[in-house]
């Protein structure tokens, strides 16, 4: 069992910068893959990045060049640095756990293979 809680979102003009923290504790087996996503209102979840193996990171065209993932492993704490922010950032962010056998299979960040779930924290984003 993995167990994530999410940290830091807020309000922000756009423009802004915020730095989300991820906690994660549990079984470090089944964690070699963590992933942060992104849900609006009325839209499907996206995944944003990923990082595998604690150095192998990446980052959705999306937001490439304004989001960077990283981890400490040390403090066991997964992080989302966001820059330049925009309206269409707005969203509640997750992040997620699973074991990937390989950092391809973390890269295509599939909503279905992360059994491991955060409660999200919520990023809002005004013009």
């Known amino acids: 069992q993995v167990h994530l809680m999410e940290s830091g979102g807020g309000s922000v003009h756009a423009g802004g910068s915020l730095r989300l923290s991820c906690a994660v504790s549990g079984d470090t087996y089944n964690r070699n893959c963590l992933g942060w996503f992104r849900q609006a209102p009325g839209k499907e979840r996206e995944g944003v990045a990923s990082i595998y193996a604690g150095v192998y990171t990446d980052i959705a065209d999306s937001v490439k060049g304004r989001f960077t993932i990283s981890q400490d492993i040390s403090k066991n704490t997964l992080y989302l640095e966001m820059n330049s922010l925009i309206p269409e950032d707005t969203a509640m962010y997750y992040c997620?756990?699973?074991?990937?056998?390989?950092?391809?299979?973390?890269?295509?960040?599939?909503?279905?293979?992360?059994?491991?779930w955060g409660q999200g924290t919520q990023v809002t984003v005004s013009s």
């Open positions: 997620a756990a699973v074991f990937a056998p390989n950092s391809r299979t973390c890269w295509t960040r599939k909503e279905r293979d992360f059994p491991y």
